[in-house]
């Protein structure tokens, strides 16, 4: 599927030490995602788990989806600074993360006869 628009996957991945690893899951299923998606500016998410990570803890990334570098911006600029400090205020060093930016070229599913 070729996209006619700039479609945007804002991607955060995280690791978590395995201390904290089930309270900061619910945290962030629970409270932090739908805090995310209730600013009205992403189409949908995906959270994933790293299966094979040489790092010690849990990494998880978060992708979200967006429309439009425009709607991205309004985010970073405009709801993302207190939802990233209430995570530092819950978890403070017991995590860490990273944030890109991917453009979304093309997409498919493979259809089994």
């Known amino acids: 599927m070729y996209y006619l628009r700039q479609m945007l996957f804002y991607n955060v991945t995280t690791n978590i030490d395995d201390l904290h690893h089930g309270e900061w899951l619910q945290y962030m299923l629970k409270k932090h995602v739908p805090e995310v998606m209730g600013c009205g500016c992403f189409l949908g998410y995906k959270i994933s788990k790293l299966m094979d990570s040489e790092s010690p803890g849990q990494t998880y990334v978060f992708q979200y989806l967006c429309d439009s570098q425009s709607v991205l911006d309004n ?15 819950k978890f403070g060093s017991a995590f860490t993360a990273f944030r890109s930016v991917m453009e979304i070229v093309d997409e498919g599913e493979y259809m089994v006869n």
């Not at 985010?75 to 205020?89: E, F, G, K």
Request: no cysteine; glycine share 0%; charged share 15%.
């Open 75 to 89: 985010y970073l600029t405009n709801y993302a600074p207190s939802l990233r400090q209430d995570v530092i205020n």
